[in-house]
């Protein structure tokens, strides 16, 4: 690591992030604030930043919103480093990921349905803990519906740069989880370890919605022979209800028109005090001025922000 020549940007050689939205709908502010965290933080580190589609899950997907997030994004003035990936073209990765998993013994098969695990499951930190009733062989009379990665029974750790130390006991708050579903697709946990990995992603930043995912693909990369990257778990932004601004919540979509005004909000929400009047000015300026005065320690310590901070 080295300090650039102004003295404001530090230069981490071979760093490498990415911006990985999901399809189901336009982008959001909160949305936006996710991608101008992660470009900030990759640009003024003198990094490459990626574009990649998570576009896995083909009943929430929205037709045409791929496109549309890359308008918005391009609008915006983000330049991303390499062709976009989209998950959908990837599927033979992620089966050569299972089969690997498979030949070490830490995937199994399961018959048990959504109703069966809640009827004998506790509440864990993501839903149901699974009980592990097929962990020992799928009883009698059953057929596979999903398969299932078997956690161990040690703690997984990790520093976050934003949310700090992090402890989470796998096996008794979320328990064995699906690597591939029930209706053939497969599942966000493995494709995003698969494609980080591949594409020689370096340094995660992305919401805090995402912080109990990263037990979970930790223990992924450590199966497969992957390097950990370096997380940075960025608060999402919530409304006047304290939800996650989202399709389901009715949050409203990013206009070209007000890109500046718009880029703005997100330093603020990021806790980067943009300069006055700096909303007014072209894109390319806001940029400019963003990318030299970031920084990742003056972001908000917290899992949340209020949209009513803006």
Known sequence: MAISKDSTTILTPGYRGRFAPSPTGPLHLGSLVAAVGSYLEARHRGGQWRVRMEDIDPPREVAGAADSILRVLDAHGFEWDGEVWYQSRRSAFYLAAIEQLKSGGYIYGCACSRKEIADSAIRGIDGPVYPGTCRQGMPAGRTVRALRFRVGE?????VD??????????????????VQRADGFFAYQLAVVVDDAAQGITHIVRGADLLDSTARQIELQRRLGFATPEYAHLPVLVNEQGEKLSKQTRAAPILIERAGEQLTAA???????????????????????????????????????SLQQV
Not at 161 to 177: M, N, R, T
Not at 284 to 291: E, G, H, M, P
């Open 161 to 178: 740069a934003i949310q700090g130390k992090q402890h989470q006991v796998l096996a008794s708050e979320v328990g064995d989880f699906v």
């Open 267 to 305: 330093l603020v929400l990021l806790g980067q005090s943009p300069a006055a009047g700096l909303a007014r000015a072209p894109v390319r300026d806001i940029w400019s001025w963003a990318v030299e005065n970031w920084r990742l320690d003056r972001v908000p310590k917290a899992r949340g922000v």
């Open 154 to 158: 040690g703690a997984t750790e990790f």
